[in-house]
């Protein structure tokens, strides 16, 4: 495990995106439309490859859509969507699918999902779907959508590939949003360096990388908004692999309620 | 390894770390050194190319270190660090070099740096420096030092490259350090889709993209902890160049105190 974090002669890292033609349907299986797409722009999966994928085309193949017509918003979802021009239906939806309310000021709703997630209107999401007649939730268990897309990908190809299922959050503090891993399978999340020695010799105290989040924020580079590219190859990159147990997944992310000094 | 002319697929980015032996001197040239490293290396920058440095051997080429001989570390400071096991005197120039406690809590200490970032221990830090002799601040400026190490590009290659200096800060409700733009130049840090549809015709509301961080994030990756990789280039991303006024630097993705509600 050391020589896969150490020892290893500092290369590139190369991020390839795969652009993916038509909406993907329920009920499809991901990894076959993935391959598909890789090899029709010549991208062939290597053992050791990451792919991450939006968490929005996993969604919507494991069918985690919402049809807004459907939704009857309350009456407190209707007073806050006229005094922000914004959409009632959505915004109900997001305190539905919220396990608890964070945050609630202006046209702001910061929820904790039930995985845990900390993020905007409980993840819940009209763009990039069908003009606004469905809402987009998150998948109901992102680590096992990864799980499950890392077992066709090795079934198909013969070969072991990590999975990073991802989505875009906002932050306290900065501006704008990042890339966020909400679900891993075949790798560790988090490298741990505490323990261990720089250089020259100090130890390292508080040293934890989340080089899930990392991955994800360098998928989201290619992986744009208004392009259709909802995945993409990272290659190159010497990530820890899971032990029998699994990898944790991306629940391992989440800061335990009581170590949070910001809840 | 492969090679600086690999063919590239389209669209896919590279991300080429750039190791730097021995240790940089107070004034000494960062722009040469690195020029100077990444020809033995075999790489060579390109217009358009990004450079990502970490702050560490920014801050040291400028000479924002501290002899930790030389604090005198308060009451308070010594009381802290007998309890949690840790040095006093770190503890004292955090302290010192914060502008506002923003958390103070067991053994951690959030704080407001007089830059306006939020992290942990006003950026200060002890490890890979000098076995403990010394601690390293945050550049005085980094958006000025990201602008110094573009110049000085500029004027020895003739080529027109986008800087980020970065950080390792921690956040709230997730594990682990990410990658931070602390100082940008030659590029727009922040992407803003908002006004823009989606491919199915649907407005884009909230969505402005932190590139500069995940462009930190993704040099994170190469530009490790353990290793003497304290830079990378990243090539194939096509950033929106900054006006005459220039990128508003990395000050620009500090969200405003009264948008902010995590103070």
Request: charged fraction near 25%.
């Amino acid at each position: 495990m050391e020589s896969n974090t150490t020892k290893r002669a500092p290369g590139e890292l190369r991020i390839l995106p795969i652009a993916v033609s038509g909406e993907i349907r329920v009920g499809e299986s991901l990894g076959e439309r993935l391959i598909v797409a890789a090899r029709s722009l010549r991208l062939h999966f290597q053992d050791g490859d990451i792919l991450v994928v939006k968490h929005k085309i996993v969604s919507k193949a494991e069918g985690a859509l919402v049809a807004l017509d459907e939704i009857q918003p309350s009456a407190a979802s209707r007073a806050w969507a006229r005094r922000y021009g914004l959409d009632a239906r959505v915004r109900e939806l997001a305190v539905r699918e919220s396990g608890r309310i964070v945050r609630r000021k202006r046209n702001v709703l910061i929820t904790e999902t039930r995985h845990g997630f900390i993020c905007a209107n409980s993840g819940v999401d009209v763009s990039n779907v069908d003009g606004g007649r469905h809402a987009v939730l998150l998948p109901v268990d992102p680590d096992r959508s990864a799980a499950k897309l890392r077992r066709e990908l090795k079934k198909r190809l013969g070969i072991e590939i990590a999975v990073i299922v991802s989505d875009s959050f906002g932050r306290p503090w900065r501006v704008g949003l990042t890339e966020v891993a909400i679900g891993v399978a075949g790798m560790r999340p988090l490298v741990d360096y505490r323990g261990r020695r720089d250089p020259h010799g100090y130890p390292l105290h508080a040293t934890v990388d989340a080089v899930a989040d990392e991955l994800a924020c360098a998928a989201g580079l290619v992986c744009g908004k208004l392009a259709s590219t909802p995945a993409c190859i990272i290659r190159g990159y010497a990530y820890i692999h899971e032990n029998r147990r699994g990898s944790g997944g991306a629940q391992q992310m989440i800061r335990p309620a009581h170590q949070d000094l910001f809840r």
